[in-house]
């Protein structure tokens, strides 16, 4: 059995308790000195002295309160800026050769075209049937004129009639036909302008047939609607398309957004247009700027959906990628102090000792801001502040310290 480490070790010991319990009878009895002269008179010790052999020796920082940049930081995942499954409004069958996913389109591409079979023939037909309403017009138009030329001679000899009668030169009987006759007349101008109706109507008519055969030709082509990515294969060549059927889905990764939900407690500390930063699952870093915050809470969360948007020129960034995003929110009041300094109470509420008036140490509750490597921030504390860090365990609200001031990083 080896004796000597037990023997070095209980040396240690004694070393050790006498240096700390017994340091001061050591040090009086090393400076006391036996008094000679009997015309010596010693003093009582002051009350300040008093004061400090009861006070508790403890280590603390001065620190002033700084402006820090309290960002809020939720998880989220990326989304495509725009993403759209583009399908058909007619049948046919198709007739273009099919594009690859992964490939990338421009606004107005071609994805996918199909059989126009009869629709140029319908096209053709509607056009000469507009044609043909259109010569109707002036037929129309020419019994119009007719017919009001006829109620103006009959007019005239009413009027003729009218007069003779009450001179006696006209029988009765005459005086009724001419009247008869205008009624006629009128008949006809009412017909003819109906006639001149009814041929606007068959215009009409044969422009929007026209346009509904047009419409139907242009329905064949199936284009992008703006620039992006393919998401799928486009319909097969000979495949047959009904109305309804998916043509292609076309996603847009620039810009890109980055979503996440804040909840209700935080969301009145973001703003539109507020800076944002994410880091990515990758490790990349990326920064845009708060684009979207919704008003509506999702029901079963009680969270709110915040949309940043981020450039991707290089289209780096895909849909669906996870990230921590970090909302720029506005800046707090805050000690920048070691996590050593925190403690709890009796109660168990977190918070820090700080030196007192008359050096009496006193509790004061704090919020945890921000856990960073240099230490932490913490809210709720005076401007400025007597924090201690080492001690603090030791001592409760009243008790009187002596205080020894270390910079803060030592």
């Known amino acids: 059995m080896r004796i000597f480490p037990i023997i070095a070790a209980f040396i240690a010991s004694v070393l050790v308790y006498l240096f700390i319990f017994q340091r001061d009878s050591l040090?009086?009895?090393?400076?006391?000195?036996?008094?000679?002269?009997?015309?010596?008179?010693?003093?009582?010790?002051?009350?300040?002295?008093a004061e400090d052999a009861n006070a508790v020796r403890v280590i603390a920082v001065k620190s002033i309160a700084r402006e820090i940049d309290s960002a809020l930081v939720i998880r989220g995942q990326t989304?495509?800026?725009?993403?759209?499954?583009?399908?058909?409004?007619?049948?046919g069958q198709v007739i273009s050769n099919p594009l690859r996913k992964g490939a990338f389109v421009t606004a107005g591409d071609v994805l996918c075209e199909l059989d126009p079979?009869?629709?140029?023939?319908?096209?053709?037909?509607?056009?000469?049937?507009?044609?043909?309403?259109?010569?109707?017009?002036?037929?129309?138009k020419?019994?119009?004129?007719?017919?009001?030329?006829?109620?103006?001679?009959?007019?005239?000899?009413?009027?003729?009639s009218e007069k003779l009668?009450?001179?006696?030169?006209?029988?009765?009987?005459?005086?009724?036909?001419?009247?008869?006759?205008?009624?006629?007349?009128?008949?006809?101008?009412?017909?003819?302008?109906?006639?001149?109706?009814?041929?606007?109507?068959?215009?009409?008519?044969?422009?929007?047939?026209?346009?509904?055969?047009?419409?139907?030709?242009?329905?064949?082509?199936?284009?992008?609607?703006?620039?992006?990515?393919?998401e799928s294969d486009t319909a097969e060549l000979g495949s047959l398309l009904l109305p309804g059927g998916a043509c292609a889905t076309v996603i847009q990764l620039d810009p890109i957004k980055l979503v996440g939900f804040v909840p209700e407690t935080e969301i009145s500390r973001i703003t539109l247009g507020a800076d944002a930063r994410a880091r990515m699952?990758?490790?990349?870093?990326?920064?845009?700027?708060?684009?979207?915050?919704?008003?509506?809470?999702?029901?079963?969360?009680?969270?709110?959906r915040v949309e940043i948007q981020v450039p991707n020129p290089d289209l780096i960034l895909r849909d669906g990628?996870?990230?921590?995003?970090?909302?720029?929110?506005?800046?707090?009041?805050?000690?920048?102090?070691?996590?050593?300094?925190?403690?709890?109470?009796?109660?168990?509420?977190?918070?820090v000792r700080i030196v007192g008036p008359q050096n009496t140490a006193k509790f004061v509750p704090v919020v945890l801001l921000k856990d960073t490597n240099q230490g932490i921030w913490l809210a709720g504390l005076p401007d400025t502040a007597e924090v201690i860090i080492i001690g603090q365990e030791y001592i409760?609200?009243?008790?009187?310290?002596?205080?020894?001031?270390?910079?803060?990083?030592?």
């Open 165 to 230: 009668s009450e001179g006696g030169y006209a029988s009765d009987v005459r005086l009724a036909q001419t009247r008869a006759a205008v009624s006629s007349a009128e008949a006809l101008v009412e017909a003819a302008a109906s006639g001149v109706g009814a041929a606007q109507s068959g215009i009409q008519s044969a422009e929007a047939s026209v346009a509904a055969a047009e419409k139907e030709i242009e329905r064949l082509r199936i284009s992008a609607p703006f620039d992006g990515l393919l």
């Open 27 to 49: 040090s009086g009895g090393a400076e006391s000195t036996p008094a000679t002269d009997e015309n010596v008179v010693t003093s009582e010790p002051s009350q300040d002295a």
């Open 281 to 304: 699952a990758t490790g990349d870093d990326v920064t845009g700027q708060v684009s979207f915050l919704s008003r509506s809470a999702d029901q079963i969360t009680r969270t709110f």
């Open 79 to 91: 989304e495509a800026d725009r993403e759209v499954e583009l399908q058909s409004e007619t049948s």
């Open 142 to 160: 020419a019994r119009q004129k007719e017919a009001e030329a006829q109620l103006s001679e009959a007019m005239i000899n009413n009027n003729a």
């Open 117 to 140: 079979a009869t629709r140029e023939a319908n096209l053709a037909e509607a056009i000469a049937r507009l044609a043909e309403a259109k010569t109707r017009i002036p037929e129309a």
């Open 396 to 410: 409760i609200d009243g008790v009187p310290v002596l205080p020894t001031y270390q910079e803060l990083g030592q």
């Open 321 to 351: 990628q996870t990230t921590e995003i970090r909302i720029s929110a506005e800046g707090n009041q805050a000690h920048l102090l070691p996590q050593s300094a925190l403690t709890l109470n009796d109660a168990g509420v977190l918070g």
